[in-house]
C-alpha cells in the first residue's frame, strides 16, 4: 500500500515506473571526447535503478570506485557492482542483498590495496568482506557498535581503522577478532563524540587521521597508539576561526590523505574545507603558522576525493549539496614533488 493523495492506493510492488515509486541513477562525469575544448566534460549514466530486479526502489546510502570497479550500497542493505574499467561501457557485474536487517544501511564501502576485495561496514553491526572475482562475501566480523567509516591498511589488507558508534577509533586485524568484541585491537584514544570519517595515508602506512563530531581532526601514528599525533579545531583556516580560534568547529563528516600523503584534507558537514600539509601536523607548526587552506561555500559537503592527474600534480573533487548552488567542485592540488614548469617558446 501506498500513502498518496491522503488517500490509499493499491501499488503493485514489483512495479517501479509508477508515480508512487522513486528511483535513482548512478552517473559519472567523464571527458567528452566529441567536444574540442580539453575540460568539456559530460554526464555518463552507469545505472537506472528500474532495471534492477532488486534495488529497483531503493536508495543508495554510500559508494566507492577504484580504477575497475564501482560500488554502491543502499539504505535497505543491498549492494551494487559496476565493471567501469572501459570508458565506452559498464557491466553490472553482481546485485546483492547483504542483509534483511531493519538496520541495515550501508554505512561505508572500502577497496583493499589492489581492489581484489570490498569492505562493506553495515548499521546491523556487521563489517563483511567481499571478494570480487567471485562477487562473494568471504568473511563476516561482528562490531559491538555500528561501523560508520573504515579504512583499510594500504599494506596489509587484513588491518583496517574503524570508527562509529563509540567515541574511540579501533585498529583491527580481522584474522585475531574475536566474535563481537575488540579485545585484540588497538585502540586510538582521545575524541569526545561519536565518528564518522577516518582513512589511512596511501603514502606512509603508519598514519591515520579521524573525524569526529566533536569538531576536531586527529592525526595518528599507529606504532604510538596512546595518543594523537596532532588535534586540531575543523573550523581550523575558515573566517570564523580566524575571528575567534577558539570557537567550536563543527561536526567532522569527511576526511582525506591526498595521493601523496603530503596533505590531508577534510569538511565540515557545512561551507568549509581545509587542507594543510602532513608535515605541519607532525611539527606542531600549524597552529603558529596558519598555512591551512580553506575552501568556503555554501551547501553542504556531501563527498570530497583526491586523484591523481599528468606529472606529480593531484585533483581535489569536492560534492556540494545544495538548492540552487549544489555541484562538484574542483581544485588542482600541487604536491612538493611537482617539476618546475619550463617554457620552451622563445
Excluded at 163 to 182: E, H
Excluded at 187 to 196: E, T
Excluded at 227 to 252: E, F, K, Q, R, T
Aim: overall charge negative; hydrophobic content about 35%.
Amino acid at each position: 500500500m501506498c500513502l498518496h493523495d491522503d488517500q490509499l492506493n493499491q501499488v503493485n510492488p514489483m512495479d517501479s515506473f509508477g508515480g508512487h515509486h522513486s528511483f535513482f541513477k548512478l552517473c559519472r562525469l567523464m571527458p567528452d571526447p566529441t567536444e574540442t575544448s580539453r575540460r568539456t566534460m559530460k554526464v555518463d549514466c552507469i545505472q537506472d535503478s528500474r532495471s534492477l530486479k532488486m534495488s529497483s526502489n531503493s536508495r543508495i546510502s554510500s559508494s566507492t570506485c577504484s580504477k575497475k570497479h564501482l560500488a554502491s550500497g543502499t539504505f535497505e542493505g543491498g549492494l551494487l557492482i559496476h565493471n567501469i574499467e572501459n570508458p565506452d561501457e559498464h557491466i553490472l557485474i553482481a546485485e546483492r542483498l547483504l542483509t534483511k536487517s531493519s538496520d541495515g544501511i550501508t554505512n561505508c564501502l572500502a577497496f583493499n590495496g589492489d581492489s581484489s576485495h570490498l569492505f562493506i561496514a553495515s548499521n546491523d553491526l556487521t563489517t563483511r568482506v567481499m571478494d570480487l572475482e567471485k562477487t562473494k562475501v568471504v568473511f563476516k566480523a561482528n562490531t559491538p557498535f555500528a561501523v560508520n567509516a573504515l579504512s583499510v591498511n594500504p599494506k596489509n589488507s587484513n588491518v583496517a581503522v574503524i570508527v562509529g558508534d563509540n567515541v574511540d577509533a579501533f585498529i583491527v586485524d580481522y584474522r585475531f577478532q574475536p566474535r563481537n568484541s575488540l579485545d585484540s585491537s588497538l585502540v586510538l584514544s582521545g575524541h569526545k563524540d561519536y565518528s564518522f570519517c577516518c582513512d589511512w595515508s596511501q603514502a606512509d602506512d603508519n598514519l591515520l587521521i579521524s573525524g569526529n563530531q566533536d569538531g576536531t581532526m586527529r592525526l595518528w601514528d599507529n606504532r604510538k597508539t596512546g595518543d594523537s599525533v596532532y588535534c586540531w579545531n575543523s573550523a581550523l583556516g575558515s573566517p570564523i576561526y580566524d575571528i575567534n580560534s577558539s570557537a567550536l568547529g563543527g561536526p567532522v563528516r569527511n576526511c582525506k590523505f591526498s595521493q601523496s600523503g603530503s596533505y590531508v584534507v577534510w569538511a565540515e558537514t557545512l561551507d568549509h574545507v581545509g587542507v594543510v600539509p602532513v608535515e605541519e601536523l607532525r611539527s606542531g607548526l600549524v597552529t603558529k603558522h596558519l598555512n591551512v587552506q580553506s575552501i568556503d561555500f555554501i551547501g553542504k559537503c556531501i563527498g570530497l576525493n583526491t586523484c591523481a592527474m599528468d606529472g606529480h600534480d593531484e585533483k581535489l573533487v569536492i560534492g556540494v549539496n545544495d538548492h540552487p548552488l549544489g555541484g562538484i567542485l574542483t581544485y588542482n592540488l600541487e604536491t612538493p614533488q611537482k617539476l618546475p614548469q619550463f617554457d620552451f617558446a622563445f
